[in-house]
Protein backbone atom coordinates (compact mmCIF):
# COMPACT_ATOMS: atom_id res chain seq x y z
CA UNK A 1 0.00 0.00 0.00
CA UNK A 2 1.45 3.37 -0.70
CA UNK A 3 -0.57 6.97 0.08
CA UNK A 4 0.56 10.13 -2.27
CA UNK A 5 0.19 13.69 -1.39
CA UNK A 6 0.63 16.39 -3.89
CA UNK A 7 2.13 20.01 -3.48
CA UNK A 8 3.27 22.92 -5.09
CA UNK A 9 0.62 23.78 -7.17
CA UNK A 10 -0.81 27.20 -7.67
CA UNK A 11 -1.01 30.66 -10.17
CA UNK A 12 1.43 31.11 -12.17
CA UNK A 13 1.66 33.54 -15.75
CA UNK A 14 1.49 31.87 -18.93
CA UNK A 15 5.14 31.39 -20.10
CA UNK A 16 6.17 30.52 -16.52
CA UNK A 17 7.58 27.25 -14.37
CA UNK A 18 5.58 25.47 -11.86
CA UNK A 19 7.57 22.22 -9.78
CA UNK A 20 4.93 19.42 -8.37
CA UNK A 21 5.63 17.36 -6.13
CA UNK A 22 4.72 13.77 -5.01
CA UNK A 23 5.09 12.59 -1.55
CA UNK A 24 4.85 8.49 -0.77
CA UNK A 25 4.54 6.97 2.24
CA UNK A 26 5.15 3.24 2.99
CA UNK A 27 8.81 1.41 1.90
CA UNK A 28 7.35 0.21 -1.59
CA UNK A 29 7.47 3.47 -3.32
CA UNK A 30 10.42 2.54 -5.31
CA UNK A 31 8.90 -0.76 -6.87
CA UNK A 32 5.84 1.61 -8.71
CA UNK A 33 6.31 3.47 -11.38
CA UNK A 34 4.33 6.60 -11.01
CA UNK A 35 2.47 8.85 -13.13
CA UNK A 36 0.87 12.31 -13.30
CA UNK A 37 -2.63 13.15 -14.64
CA UNK A 38 -4.73 16.09 -14.86
CA UNK A 39 -8.32 17.29 -14.87
CA UNK A 40 -8.81 20.75 -17.36
CA UNK A 41 -11.94 22.37 -15.35
CA UNK A 42 -14.99 20.98 -17.12
CA UNK A 43 -13.04 18.16 -18.51
CA UNK A 44 -12.61 14.73 -17.81
CA UNK A 45 -8.59 13.40 -16.37
CA UNK A 46 -5.96 12.86 -18.93
CA UNK A 47 -2.94 11.15 -18.80
CA UNK A 48 0.15 13.46 -18.49
CA UNK A 49 3.23 10.96 -18.06
CA UNK A 50 4.61 8.57 -16.67
CA UNK A 51 8.06 7.52 -15.27
CA UNK A 52 9.58 3.66 -14.32
CA UNK A 53 10.22 2.38 -11.11
CA UNK A 54 14.38 3.22 -11.29
CA UNK A 55 13.53 6.49 -13.33
CA UNK A 56 14.94 5.26 -16.67
CA UNK A 57 12.07 5.57 -18.82
CA UNK A 58 9.67 8.36 -19.08
CA UNK A 59 6.77 8.76 -21.32
CA UNK A 60 3.96 11.91 -21.94
CA UNK A 61 1.42 13.50 -23.51
CA UNK A 62 1.85 14.75 -26.51
CA UNK A 63 0.38 17.90 -24.99
CA UNK A 64 3.70 18.25 -22.85
CA UNK A 65 5.97 16.69 -24.44
CA UNK A 66 8.69 19.18 -24.18
CA UNK A 67 7.57 21.12 -21.70
CA UNK A 68 6.97 19.08 -18.66
CA UNK A 69 9.21 17.05 -16.90
CA UNK A 70 8.97 13.95 -14.66
CA UNK A 71 11.79 12.92 -12.30
CA UNK A 72 11.80 11.12 -9.15
CA UNK A 73 13.98 10.51 -6.04
CA UNK A 74 13.71 7.26 -4.51
CA UNK A 75 15.54 7.92 -1.18
CA UNK A 76 13.21 10.50 -1.02
CA UNK A 77 10.20 8.74 -1.85
CA UNK A 78 9.10 11.42 -3.91
CA UNK A 79 8.28 11.93 -7.75
CA UNK A 80 8.62 15.35 -9.20
CA UNK A 81 6.66 16.84 -11.96
CA UNK A 82 8.67 20.08 -13.60
CA UNK A 83 6.13 22.63 -15.77
CA UNK A 84 8.11 25.03 -17.89
CA UNK A 85 6.87 27.14 -21.07
CA UNK A 86 3.03 27.04 -19.42
CA UNK A 87 -0.09 27.29 -21.00
CA UNK A 88 -3.24 28.55 -20.37
CA UNK A 89 -4.67 24.86 -21.51
CA UNK A 90 -2.53 23.58 -18.68
CA UNK A 91 -4.53 24.78 -15.71
CA UNK A 92 -5.99 21.80 -14.18
CA UNK A 93 -6.17 19.94 -11.10
CA UNK A 94 -3.33 17.54 -11.24
CA UNK A 95 -2.90 14.17 -10.23
CA UNK A 96 -0.35 11.49 -9.21
CA UNK A 97 -0.27 7.55 -9.02
CA UNK A 98 1.08 4.66 -8.79
CA UNK A 99 1.13 1.54 -10.80
CA UNK A 100 2.94 -1.61 -11.27
CA UNK A 101 2.90 -1.28 -14.96
CA UNK A 102 5.79 0.58 -16.86
CA UNK A 103 4.88 2.74 -19.18
CA UNK A 104 0.97 3.12 -18.36
CA UNK A 105 -0.99 5.65 -19.90
CA UNK A 106 -4.44 4.75 -18.44
CA UNK A 107 -6.27 5.38 -15.02
CA UNK A 108 -7.66 2.22 -14.91
CA UNK A 109 -4.43 0.98 -14.58
CA UNK A 110 -2.99 2.93 -11.73
CA UNK A 111 -4.01 1.82 -8.20
CA UNK A 112 -3.04 4.77 -5.91
CA UNK A 113 -4.03 8.00 -6.10
CA UNK A 114 -3.02 11.43 -4.26
CA UNK A 115 -6.08 14.25 -4.22
CA UNK A 116 -4.37 16.66 -6.26
CA UNK A 117 -3.34 19.92 -6.52
CA UNK A 118 -4.75 22.88 -8.26
CA UNK A 119 -2.66 24.89 -10.94
CA UNK A 120 -4.06 27.80 -12.53
CA UNK A 121 -1.95 29.07 -15.39
CA UNK A 122 -2.96 32.99 -16.06
CA UNK A 123 -2.82 35.26 -19.02
Known amino acids: QVQLVESGGGLVQAGGSLRLSCAAS????????MGWFRQPPGKEREFVGT????????YYADSVKGRFTISRDNTKNTVYLQMNSLKLEDTAVYYCAATEFAGATKEQTYDHWGQGTQVTVSS
Open 26 to 33: GRTFSRYA
Open 51 to 58: ITWNGDRT
